[in-house]
Nanobody, 128 residues
């Protein structure tokens, strides 16, 4: 069963923009979600999180360039990425904490182990 499904990846030149979308399963309400990314040969890292009451957290490297948001009516999470850099290249994953376990927000909320549900990933390639 697919709980999360990403779309919107692609190839852009440095300085360009992309918007990623993550459609969530119609029968689930995920209050705490995040975007992660994984570059070739590197560990998967958190990019941005959106938690209960609209609390947001970003990793330092994307602050001011990326914006995470959610449309509850469409049950979709977004990641608007502007001023893209070659180092932003990687597979981007949407993830959600389990609704039954409570939500951890803030920087601690970006710990990979807190996420139970994962999408299949979408490739983002930024060329110089």
């Amino acid at each position: 069963q697919e709980y999360l499904a990403e779309s919107g990846g692609g190839s852009v030149k440095a300085g360009g923009s992309l918007r990623l979308s993550c459609a969530t399963h119609k029968d689930f309400n995920f209050d705490c979600m995040a975007w992660f990314r994984q570059a070739p040969g590197k560990e998967r890292e958190a990019v941005a999180g959106l938690f209960e009451a609209g609390s947001l957290t970003y990793t330092d490297s994307v602050k001011g360039r990326f914006t995470i948001s959610k449309d509850n009516a469409k049950k979709t999470l977004y990641l608007q990425m502007n001023s893209l850099k070659p180092e932003d290249t990687g597979v981007y994953y949407c993830a959600a904490q389990s609704p039954s376990l409570g939500c951890t927000s803030g920087p601690a909320g970006l710990q990979r182990g807190r996420y139970v549900y994962w999408g299949q990933g979408t490739q983002v390639t930024v060329s110089s």
